[in-house]
């Protein structure tokens, strides 16, 4: 009795820590080598996953459903984002049609992120930085900044290399 009450005392620990520690274990991007960045100045501004910032309040039932639009009252996924991956820092959106999903941006002050959300306010030269606190993407502000980017297929195997 003792040592199936240990075991499931470890597995309980072991999940415990797991979930502390899984943003450790989310992949960083990072830019293709040997391939110059263009160099873009984009207005930034920051994110969470709260109501306020991503469109959603909860139905009667307490589940979350999108505030407004043609989808009003339809579920809303929290914390996923429109590329289906979970929002993590690093995490950028961006008009996807100028900078579609997996381009690798470095901005000054936030690092290095990949675009893996759209948002219906985020058009044209602008990127929504992920965080994981509403205070501090409301401490981000509203920011012009000249940032590097690195579009998909923009550094291959073949990057850098003479033919």
Same mark, same amino acid.
């Given at each position: 009795?003792?040592?199936?009450?240990?075991?499931?005392?470890?597995?309980?620990?072991?999940?415990?820590?797991?979930?502390?520690?899984?943003?450790?274990?989310?992949?960083?991007?990072?830019?293709?080598?040997?391939?110059?960045?263009?160099?873009?100045?984009?207005?930034?501004?920051?994110?969470?996953?709260?109501?306020?910032?991503?469109?959603?309040?909860?139905?009667? %039932? =307490?589940?979350?459903?999108?505030?407004? $639009?043609?989808?009003? !009252?339809?579920?809303?996924?929290? @914390?996923?984002?429109?590329? &289906?991956?979970?929002?993590?820092?690093?995490?950028?959106?961006?008009?996807?049609?100028?900078?579609? %999903? =997996?381009?690798?941006?470095?901005?000054? $002050?936030?690092?290095? !992120?990949?675009?893996?959300?759209? @948002?219906?306010?985020?058009? &044209?030269?602008?990127?929504?930085?992920?965080?994981?606190?509403?205070?501090?993407?409301?401490?981000?502000?509203?920011?012009?900044?000249?940032?590097?980017?690195?579009?998909? !297929?923009?550094?291959?195997?073949?990057?850098?290399?003479?033919?």
């Amino acid at each position: 009795m003792i040592q199936l009450f240990r075991r499931g005392l470890v597995i309980l620990l072991l999940i415990a820590v797991g979930c502390c520690i899984r943003d450790l274990w989310t992949p960083r991007a990072r830019p293709p080598r040997k391939v110059r960045p263009e160099v873009v100045e984009l207005r930034v501004t920051g994110y969470c996953r709260c109501g306020s910032c991503c469109g959603w309040r909860r139905n009667w %039932f =307490g589940r979350p459903v999108i505030a407004a $639009g043609p989808n009003r !009252g339809k579920p809303k996924a929290v @914390g996923i984002t429109a590329s &289906g991956t979970r929002a993590h820092p690093g995490t950028l959106a961006a008009d996807t049609s100028i900078y579609p %999903f =997996g381009t690798i941006m470095y901005v000054p $002050g936030y690092g290095y !992120g990949r675009v893996e959300d759209r @948002g219906g306010d985020i058009k &044209g030269q602008h990127i929504d930085l992920y965080y994981r606190s509403h205070a501090t993407a409301l401490r981000w502000g509203n920011q012009i900044l000249r940032v590097k980017v690195w579009k998909p !297929g923009s550094g291959g195997a073949d990057a850098g290399r003479r033919r």
